[in-house]
């Protein structure tokens, strides 16, 4: 594992390795607000070379599902000052994935029981929320609201001022999440974004403007070097529909963010992406740190940093049950199995509870 296993200067920020920490919704901040077990539970995964936060809701119109850990308020700020302060005292180093969900909501968890905002008044997703009897449970999204340019600049100015708190409670940079079918996808996507203003999904220019106006916004609070992307090409999450002209799309929008010289971009890797040769594409034109995420193997994501195909690789499942996924990859341990039944909600079993792995003899 010597690839994966070095060193890798991230922009500004030193890594120890080049395994990432991928982002993972655990719905565990009962009010909106991390405690002490995130901070434990972050701590305890601190030998990744980089953690990428759960996604945290940039305000609480942004939310989509109950008990996920915002960075809106004082509160939540000075909270997460306690998750990263035990990361970096254990060596680690933190991005925040700034995460609005868009249509993929409920009006039961939105501000004054409103509506949903999106590109297009067009439902879609799950989320999970209150239903009638006030219990939590997943439903079928809320009819959204269509953005006007209005609200999209005020969205553009929270994924700002959400980058400026993530830097003030102490994150080494943030990622913005523009994949898996959530608010900044919605305008990507030429199927769903129906749009007739310059926001809108006639030109590759029109429905990446959302996008690159928070990232401009982003970079000239924190600096380029301190900002990373998350795409995901093929995605359906989220009830997202395929299109045509995919590869073009994204072969766009990285020529865009090169030209922003931002930290790296992270990709989410469905089956498609690979097999396609999209994957091969992108890192031909893509500049900067590459990341891809999905259900790759240590050994997979080593050839492939050695053969040059990505820079960092990032693990999702395996850092739930396995802590010190970090040792056991290098010193060829087995794995923990993980219990997905305690994946979302509940306390701290199945959260900060698994143990490190003790060599026998």
Do not use: C
């Not at 529909?241 to 072969?251: K, Q, R, V």
């Amino acid at each position: 594992m010597e690839s994966l296993l070095s060193g890798y200067q991230l922009g500004a920020t030193t890594l120890n390795n080049r395994v990432v920490m991928a982002p993972m919704t655990r719905s565990r901040a009962v009010d909106g607000v991390p405690d002490h077990n995130t901070a434990l539970y972050y701590a305890q995964r601190a030998s990744a070379g980089l953690i990428i936060s759960e996604g945290v809701p940039i305000s609480r119109q942004g939310r989509g599902y109950l008990y996920t850990p915002g960075i809106y308020s004082q509160r939540q700020v000075e909270a997460w000052r306690t998750v990263t302060d035990a990361v970096h005292e254990q060596g680690g180093r933190i991005f925040a994935q700034l995460w609005h969900v868009g249509r993929v909501s409920h009006r039961s968890i939105q501000p004054e029981n409103g509506a949903p905002v999106s590109s297009v008044a067009v439902a879609g997703g799950k989320a999970f929320a209150y239903d009638e009897l006030g219990e939590a449970r997943d439903l079928a999204a809320s009819q959204p609201q269509a953005l006007d340019e209005t609200g999209i600049e005020t969205l553009v100015d929270e994924f700002r001022q959400a980058a400026a708190n993530a830097i003030e409670a102490g994150f080494d940079g943030v990622e913005i999440h523009a994949a898996n079918g959530y608010l900044i996808e919605q305008f990507i996507n030429p199927v769903l974004n129906t749009r007739e203003d310059p926001y809108g999904g006639a030109t590759l220019e029109s429905r990446s403007r959302f996008l690159l106006d928070v990232v401009d916004a982003v970079v000239e609070e924190i600096g380029a070097e301190s900002t990373g992307v998350r795409l995901s090409p093929y995605n359906e999450l989220g009830d997202m529909p395929l299109y045509t002209d995919i590869a073009e799309t994204y072969l766009h929008i990285t020529d865009a963010l090169n030209a922003r010289k931002i930290a790296y971009l992270h990709l989410a890797a469905q089956q498609q992406l690979i097999a396609s040769g999209l994957l091969e594409e992108l890192r031909k034109s893509w500049k900067g740190t590459l990341i891809l995420a999905g259900g790759l193997s240590a050994a997979q994501a080593d050839r492939m940093i050695a053969d040059g195909l990505l820079d960092l690789a990032a693990f999702g499942t395996p850092f739930v049950a396995n802590p010190d996924f970090v040792e056991r990859t290098r010193n060829s341990w087995p794995l923990a199995p993980v219990n997905r039944s305690s994946f979302y909600g509940g306390g701290a079993e199945g959260y900060v509870d698994y143990p490190a792995y003790h060599q026998a003899g």
